[in-house]
Nanobody
Framework: QVQLVESGGGLVQPGGSLGLSCAASGSFFSINAMAWYRQAPGKQRELVAS???????NYADSVKGRFTISRDNAKNTVYLQMNSLKPEDTAVYYC??????????????WGQGTQVTVSS
């Protein structure tokens, strides 16, 4: 079984910062890519940021210049540093990983989500 466990969510004031982490554990061959998605009330889930091999990254336009995604391959962990947070960043944030299972099949896995609330 594979698990993705997020941590770091919580309540922060506008303009503040918050760091999220997601660690993958269980039986798998390797991780191809990791990403963060978010879903706000009444909205569809959207891609926030993704990273491949700790080098190639991409960000949603709404978070460019404010969020930074990074990855520790040795720890199978992805991070999301969020700065200059805005109320519109309020959402449930989900960790996603595209992983090769032990049969070398590429599969998608999701974390349980962690709530981020930006409010004064």
């Amino acid at each position: 079984q594979v698990q993705l466990v997020e941590s770091g969510g919580g309540l922060v004031q506008p303009g503040g910062s918050l760091g999220l982490s997601c660690a993958a554990s269980g039986s798998f061959f390797s991780i191809n890519a990791m990403a963060w998605y978010r879903q706000a009330p009444g909205k569809q889930r959207e891609l926030v940021a993704s990273i491949i091999s700790g080098v190639s990254t991409n960000y949603a336009d709404s978070v460019k210049g404010r969020f930074t995604i990074s990855r520790d391959n040795a720890k199978n962990t992805v991070y999301l540093q969020m700065n200059s947070l805005k109320p519109e960043d309020t959402a449930v944030y989900y960790c996603n990983a595209a992983m090769y299972d032990l049969h070398r099949y590429l599969r998608d896995y999701w974390g349980q989500g962690t709530q981020v609330t930006v409010s004064s």
